[in-house]
């Protein structure tokens, strides 16, 4: 029976894997932002499918005369520990797809799902639910698995170095694309240091950076472990979890809208078919072993870096982003205290301040003309 299932299931995980059409051209002469589809082949480096082919996917927006012509720069959003870029930076509610405001502000914008996210290759493990931890095995009994039972592979399915590893061949691709030497980067949460270390790593391709609540470790050790870390190889969230995780973050009134809430997390299942299945549907993403991000690989970046924290963040506590921002070696770099947000302020009311923000520090390396320093942004409409 369980064979069955994984049969099944992988079959389904492979067709969504599979390499789309090339992009359709864009109307050169349009201002109108137009989406393209992306896949980019990349041998794996993810301990759970070592040397194997896998594609990432790519969404990117922008206008025809953006790419024809030229435009403002080019931006990689890379996402969290969660969810999927296309479904975390444009989100096709109102004004809320921060890849849509900035490809209106004439950047030409990409994102990019990680292995095991969305439209990606995600490794087979994800497809077997006795891989998760006991607790949330407990969430498919009787359904999917009949008792909690042991995994068929232990430890994290990804590596921060098998991101990096994604996030080169992804650069790569679009530096070659569009012909630039250098892209901006925005990132969310783990996003931090997975864009963070590659600039770290790389400072030659990335021109600046935009973190929004990134993942800091001041401690964090500079190498992989010795040995491969125990643990699950892969997480789900259900719809509950995921608005019961926002809920504990508000801070104010009307702080976030219920109906962006809402097709977030339609998005998000739409992101997995395969997860959509299980149980009343869940996101499911991989679990990865991060080092390397710390104090001393922080302390000698040079990379232009703006930091949001926003200030009812539960998730990543403002104080790790202020670390970050007193370690940062950079000359050029900015933090900013986002009053009525989450973890999740791309998608609550002051989702505007972050876009300009994001804007303006991509356009010229400033926000509210000061290329360093601290401001609190937000507060003025608690």
Not at 96 to 111: C, K, R
Not at 186 to 194: D, E, F, I, K, Y
Not at 197 to 206: I, K, L
Request: net charge neutral; glycine share 10%; aromatic share 8%.
């Amino acid at each position: 029976m369980r064979l069955l299932l994984l049969i099944v299931v992988a079959a389904a995980a492979a067709g969504c894997a599979s390499s789309g059409a090339a992009p359709a051209p864009a109307e050169p002469e349009s201002d109108r932002v137009q989406t393209f589809d992306h896949y980019v082949r990349v041998r794996s480096t993810a301990p759970s499918m070592e040397g194997q082919a896998a594609q990432i996917y790519v969404r990117e927006r922008a206008s025809g005369r953006t790419i024809v012509r030229g435009g403002a720069g080019v931006v990689l959003f890379v996402h969290g520990a969660g969810t999927p870029a296309e479904v975390a930076f444009d989100v096709p509610v109102g004004d809320y797809s921060w890849m849509g405001h900035l490809a209106a502000a004439g950047f030409d914008v990409f994102a990019a799902d990680m292995t095991g996210y969305g439209r990606s290759t995600r490794p087979t493990v994800m497809n077997d639910p006795c891989n998760l931890a006991a607790n949330q095995q407990r969430a498919f009994v009787p359904e999917l698995i009949p008792a909690p039972c042991q995994p068929s592979y232990p430890g994290p399915a990804t590596t921060i170095a098998s991101d990096w590893n994604d996030i080169d061949a992804v650069v790569g691709y679009i530096r070659g694309l569009r012909r630039v030497e250098r892209v901006s980067m925005v990132a969310w949460s783990l996003g931090g240091p997975r864009a963070g270390g590659y600039a770290a790593q790389h400072p030659e391709r990335v021109q600046r950076l935009v973190l929004l609540a990134p993942a800091y470790t001041r401690a964090a050790a500079d190498g992989p472990p010795q040995t491969r870390p125990a643990g699950a190889a892969f997480n789900t969230q259900s719809r509950d979890e995921f608005v019961g995780n926002w809920d504990r973050q508000v801070g104010c009134e009307g702080q976030y809208d219920a109906s962006v809430r809402d097709a977030v997390w339609s998005q998000m299942l739409l992101s997995d078919p395969v997860g959509a299945t299980w149980g009343a549907g869940v996101r499911r993403a991989p679990q990865t072993a991060t080092w390397g991000w710390n104090r001393t690989a922080v302390g000698r970046m040079q990379t232009p870096t703006l930091m949001v924290a926003g200030a009812h963040d539960r998730q990543v506590a403002p104080e790790r982003v202020r670390e970050l921002y007193d370690d940062l070696g950079a000359r050029e770099k900015m933090f900013v205290d986002l009053g009525c947000s989450s973890h999740n302020a791309m998608w609550e009311r002051n989702h505007r301040i972050l876009f300009r923000a994001s804007e303006e520090w991509l356009k010229q390396g400033t926000v509210n003309g000061s290329a360093q320093g601290r401001l609190r942004l937000g507060y003025d409409a608690n």
